[in-house]
């Protein structure tokens, strides 16, 4: 292939992911789908908001990928929550095997996009927030708009 523009296209962003985790380290992963798969998730048919991923027999599979049937399938659709294998190099696999073996590390599927054509998962290494620490971020983010609200109102006043 030439080195030509890469073209990025969200299908669907996991938005609870940096609320109940703590991401560590991203990785990007390619998916094994069906056809049929591949068409819904054209047609936006997708939720990632309870999937994880996990390391097994030196595989990692995504669990509770919600991928909606193709409207236009026949008989032969495809099981909309059935596991999917994720491509990743050995040596990646080898280190995230030792990573989720730590004490709370967890594989969460941050984003599931199109690149060039194929479909792929930004899965994030991550450690998972306790309910003090999930507020705490809550109202760090409510005091950077209220900020931020009251800077672009002082800017509106000068002008």
Not at 36 to 61: M, P, W
Request: proline fraction near 2%.
């Amino acid at each position: 292939m030439g080195k030509g523009k890469e073209t990025q296209k969200t299908i669907c962003v996991n938005k609870k992911a940096h609320l109940n985790y703590t991401i560590y380290d991203t990785y990007e992963a390619g998916i094994v789908l069906f056809g049929t798969e591949v068409k819904a998730l054209r047609d936006g048919k997708a939720n990632i908001q309870d999937s994880y991923a996990l390391v097994e027999k030196g595989e990692v599979f995504l669990h509770d990928l919600h991928i909606g049937p193709y409207s236009h399938g026949n008989r032969a659709n495809h099981d909309p929550l059935r596991k999917r294998k994720l491509l990743l190099h050995k040596r990646e696999i080898k280190r995230l095997y030792g990573k989720t073996q730590e004490k709370g590390m967890t594989l969460v599927p941050l984003r599931l996009y199109f690149l060039n054509g194929r479909v792929k998962v930004e899965l994030g290494l991550g450690k998972g927030k306790k309910l003090y620490d999930k507020r705490e971020e809550l109202k760090r983010r409510d005091d950077r708009r209220a900020m931020e609200r009251g800077m672009a109102e002082k800017f509106r006043r000068i002008t």
